[in-house]
């Protein structure tokens, strides 16, 4: 099966890819996970698109796409798409480079969430700068403040998770993203989730749809 997580950022998609992931058994490919990694570890990539992540502001069409065509093209047992595509130029690309493979998209999940709840779950996240999981400062901390229950590493607050830059990340989705919907409606499923409701209850909604 494959799938494309679809939402603004910090509506959960990270979240509910892991948990599809290990159920499903599919692969979590997430653009904003392969471009951090590639800043940390300082390839040219990484040069390239470290400010632009900073920002809030998306990385090219070309960039992501080429990219993506590697991932895509490497991932035989079914895929899970996470911030990817994010503009509608990104999703003619994918659509052809999907041809050209033989692939195709069996399903969109949609998961919404308003404004304020994204600002709010934004603004207090903090990910663990080795494993990635998230925690929250009020709703889920750790045990221990500052330390990943998981495996003991540093949490920390994404640059773009910074107050000045959520606003931007939203600005830039509903200009740039959610137009996409519009792009796949009548030609893919597309199943729309309410993020807002408890974690285990939206991932037990998607199951249900996807069964
Ligand atoms: P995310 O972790 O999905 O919120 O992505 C973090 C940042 O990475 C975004 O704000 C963009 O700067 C960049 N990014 C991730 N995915 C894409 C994409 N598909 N197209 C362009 N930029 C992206």
Redesign the pocket.
């Known amino acids: 099966m494959n799938l494309i997580l679809f939402g603004p950022?910090g509506s959960g998609k990270g979240t509910q890819a892991e948990r599809l992931r290990e159920k499903q058994g599919l692969r979590h490919i997430?653009?904003?996970?392969l471009?951090?990694e590639a800043v940390a570890r300082g390839t040219d990539l990484g040069n390239r698109?470290k400010s632009?992540?900073a920002s809030?502001?998306?990385?090219s069409?070309d960039i992501?796409l080429a990219l993506m065509r590697e991932e895509i093209a490497r991932t035989a047992k079914g895929w899970l798409l996470?911030?990817?595509?994010?503009?509608v130029g990104?999703a003619k690309g994918l659509d052809a480079q999907l041809d050209e493979l033989g692939q195709k998209i069996d399903a969109l999940v949609v998961l919404n969430v308003g404004r304020d709840a994204v600002i709010e779950r934004l603004s207090g996240r903090r990910t663990c700068s080795n494993c990635k999981t998230v925690f929250h400062v009020k709703v889920n901390r750790p045990k221990v403040e500052g330390i990943c229950d998981r495996c003991g590493g540093t949490l920390v607050q994404r640059e773009?998770d910074k107050p000045g830059t959520i606003a931007k990340?939203l600005d830039?989705y509903e200009a740039q993203t959610q137009p996409i919907l519009d792009h796949y409606r009548g030609r893919v499923p597309i199943h729309e989730f309410d993020g807002e409701q408890p974690v285990d209850e939206v991932t037990r909604s998607i199951e249900r749809v996807l069964q």
Request: charged share 25%.
């Open positions: 950022p997430s653009t904003g996970d471009l951090r698109v632009i992540l809030g502001q998306l990385v069409d992501i996470d911030g990817f595509p994010r503009t990104q773009d990340r830039v």
